[in-house]
């Protein structure tokens, strides 16, 4: 079963850091680029990050240039988003995602194939 599981969230106080994760189970990352989407409540998801299959191309949303850094581990099958300098106003649950061709970096969620069932991140002092 192709799957990608999204770790990491979790509630923390405005400034702080945490790092989600986003593995996949029964394919390989390898071809795929993968982004990273958010949703808070009420709000349409939006592209927030997004990375090539090699890693040598990165994309941000202009809210988080900056503060969150996408990264990859092939070796691992595993993508990474850490969250610095959080703000409230980046409260939602976080999603990850794969898209081909591999060298995409693309923050529109439209072509993104395989999709996680996400995690919660909330900012609250």
């Known amino acids: 079963q192709l799957q990608l599981v999204e770790s990491g969230g979790g509630l923390v106080q405005p400034g702080g850091s945490l790092t989600l994760s986003c593995a996949a189970s029964g394919f390989t990352l390898d071809y795929y680029a993968i982004g990273w989407f958010r949703q808070a409540p009420g709000k349409e998801r939006e592209g927030v990050s997004a990375?090539?299959?090699?890693?040598?191309?990165?994309n941000y949303a202009d809210s988080v240039k900056g503060r969150f850094t996408i990264s990859r581990d092939n070796a691992k099958n595993t993508v990474y988003l850490q969250l610095n300098s959080l703000k409230p106003e980046d409260t939602a649950v976080y999603y990850c995602?794969?898209?081909?061709?591999?060298?995409?970096?693309?923050?529109?969620?439209?072509?993104?194939?395989?999709w996680g069932q996400g995690t919660q991140v909330t900012v609250s002092s």
């Open positions: 995602a794969a898209d081909t061709p591999g060298w995409t970096v693309s923050l529109r969620d439209k072509g993104y194939v395989y």
């Open positions: 990375i090539s299959s090699s890693g040598a191309s990165t």
